[in-house]
């Protein structure tokens, strides 16, 4: 489905767990198959869970791979900058194909920035405060 997220992937990734997921959009973005996570099809789902469980030395393998992928590119006090420059960027009603982009996955992704830009169009007046009249008599 494409209305899933790698959060699971992340969660279980920062406490060294490699994660079996179906081989399909979200996961197939950001795990490299056999490599930082485990991706098959849903008819070979069971196999696989079965496979991780027999194999010790693999488990733990992919859980420190995935642990460093986590901890390289979704670390926040390594990635900040990216989302300060978006914050400032939406504040300010910048065009967002200007900024950086921030792309932690080895594949082209399907949520790139600047489509994220034109999906949330001009929004510097929900993120500004408002002002407000004051009642005080």
């Not at 960027?89 to 594949?107: I, R, V, Y």
Request: charged fraction near 25%; include cysteine.
């Amino acid at each position: 489905s494409k209305c899933k997220s790698n959060i699971k992937w992340l969660e279980f990734g920062a406490m060294k767990v490699p994660s079996v997921m179906t081989d399909s959009i979200p996961y197939n973005e950001y795990c490299k198959k056999n490599v930082d996570g485990f991706l098959t099809p849903n008819s070979d789902f069971l196999n696989t869970v079965c496979a991780l469980v027999e194999h010790e030395q693999q488990r733990k393998d992919i859980g420190a791979a995935v642990y460093k992928v986590v901890t390289e590119k979704y670390d926040l006090n390594r990635n900040i900058k990216y989302w300060h420059d978006l914050y400032v960027a939406l504040l300010n009603n910048k065009d967002l194909s200007t900024l950086e982009e921030f792309n932690p996955c080895e594949n082209e992704s399907t949520t790139q920035l600047p489509k994220l830009g034109k999906l949330l169009g001009s929004i510097r007046a929900i993120l500004l405060p408002t002002k407000q009249e004051s009642f005080a008599g």
